[in-house]
């Protein structure tokens, strides 16, 4: 089949799906169920269950058991590893249906929707070696009477909390290496997509993953993912969010059994730009750092910090790319930025332009919301005039919004980068190597791109700096995040007597 050329058109009716526990569907029965619309046509497209704490308990008892009799822990890293390259395959197979839910739960573009499924596909290959290499050290230095051994060994029962706006993505960035580590988890994606998490667990489960090792219980975060952060037998918890619910996980997370935590929250990332720079490279990379995915990313380059002597022109290239996307139904596969994932976000959105305007920022383009019959969507938006102290340059919008400050020195566009609480990404536009080096080395933010933004592999860890989060995901420090270090000595020959 010729993904490429694929028509896809909204359902008639809504999909059921039900929530996944030990290695099996179970169907609503009875509970509440939440009904999605796709935020690009205003019709259901799927219904999940809404779980209760019951169903959290059973489904971490479902992990925790799989944990303990080693059934996924106890096995060599081999066929640990042979899982995931059969849940790559699988994925594969299924990447166009994946890709499908994505769009219409999410309101990405398909075709961005499935180059995210054929990223994810990499991540389980390249997990599953790491699987075969995890190891620790040892230590033959201790003298004739000892010998020292260190291990690391999965840290556990995981639950995970992945957000709406990469629901496959984030969540690939994360199992595959949970796994490899040998660990069990309990996931709960977003209420409003749901649909591709459940459908990687019936996946793992088909690749031979044996029964319990991955258990998805869905619904709202106020209730199964504050239960999730407070439940006692839950040894990590990874949540990808906000910065203010990442707060209440360490808090809940204190409260109760001091779980381990991984957190990556978020980001009002730099894009610095030199006169140096290949301009037209650097307004194409600047206009997709900021409206990829809608703008509704962490890692989005949202703040355009650009040299003064080149600002006026670099803002218009930039502008006349912006006023170039194509902004439309996520099924079209022309289309470059679909729909605004929720009507929260969506008004969140509008009202920080109309206060960017009100604080005196200029509006260059962009700034309305765009009728096209059905479903919410936004005009890639640019600012200009823009002053440290507006919401607009502090807050993260998570929208397809750019804000425009000036700089006359590299020290300046460090000083500029590094004025916020945040440090996720950055991104540096240069042709000099020393400025180039020079700004990755002082900027603080936990992932990085010269002359490229958002861009990247299963090969580098993911993660931020400052209030952007805790730990790395994905290459070998996301296998290394989810275990544990035991040092073990281990005594040679008779032991000196401590009593005589």
Known sequence: MD?????????????????????????????????????????????????????????????????????????????????LLKAAEIIRQKQEEIALWESLENGKPISQARAEVGGCIGMYEYASGLARMVHGDSFNNLGDGMFGVVTREPVGVVGLITPWNFPFLILCERVPYILASGCTLVVKPSEVTSATTLILAEILSEAGLPEGVMNVVTGSGNTIGQAMSEHMDIDMLSFTG????????????????????????????????????????????????????????????????????????????????????????????????????????????????????????TL?????????????????????????????????????????????????????????????????????????????????AGRFWVNTTLSGGPELPLGGFKQSGWGREAGLMGVEEYTQVKSVHIEIGKRSPWIT
């Not at 566009?413 to 540096?428: K, M, R, W």
């Open 3 to 83: 993904m490429q050329s694929t028509k896809h058109i909204p359902p008639s009716s809504p999909r059921e799906f039900g929530f996944f526990l030990n290695g099996k569907f179970e169907h609503a029965c009875g509970r509440e169920v939440f009904e999605r619309n796709s935020p690009a046509h205003d019709i259901p497209v799927s219904r999940v269950p809404k779980c209760t704490h019951a169903d959290l308990d059973k489904a971490v008892a479902s992990a925790r058991q799989a944990f303990e009799d080693r059934r996924w822990s106890g096995l060599a890293g081999s066929d640990r590893a042979a899982v």
């Open 242 to 361: 906000s910065t203010q619910v990442g707060r209440s996980c360490v808090a809940a997370a204190s409260r109760s059994n001091f779980k381990k935590l991984g957190l990556e929250l978020g980001g009002k990332n730099p894009q610095i730009v030199f006169a140096d720079a290949d301009l037209e490279d650097a307004a194409d990379g600047v206009a997709f750092g900021v409206a990829f995915n809608t703008g509704q990313c962490c890692v989005s380059g949202s703040r355009l910090i650009v040299e003064a002597s080149v600002a006026s022109e670099f803002t218009e290239l930039v502008a006349a790319k912006m006023n170039k996307i194509r902004v439309g139904d996520p099924l079209d596969e022309n289309t470059q930025v679909g729909a605004i994932t929720t009507n929260a976000q969506n008004k969140t959105i509008m009202s920080y332009i109309v206060r960017g305007q009100k604080e005196g920022a």
């Open 364 to 444: 260059v383009c962009g700034g309305s919301q765009l009728d096209l019959g059905r479903g919410q969507f936004i005009a890639p938006t640019l600012f200009t005039d823009v002053k440290r102290e507006m919401a607009i340059a502090r807050d993260e919008i998570f929208g397809p919004v750019l804000t425009v400050q000036n700089f006359e020195t590299v020290e300046e566009a460090v000083a500029i980068s590094n004025d916020t609480v945040y440090g996720l990404a950055a991104s540096v536009w240069t042709k000099n190597i020393d400025k180039a080096l020079m700004v990755t080395r002082h900027v603080r």
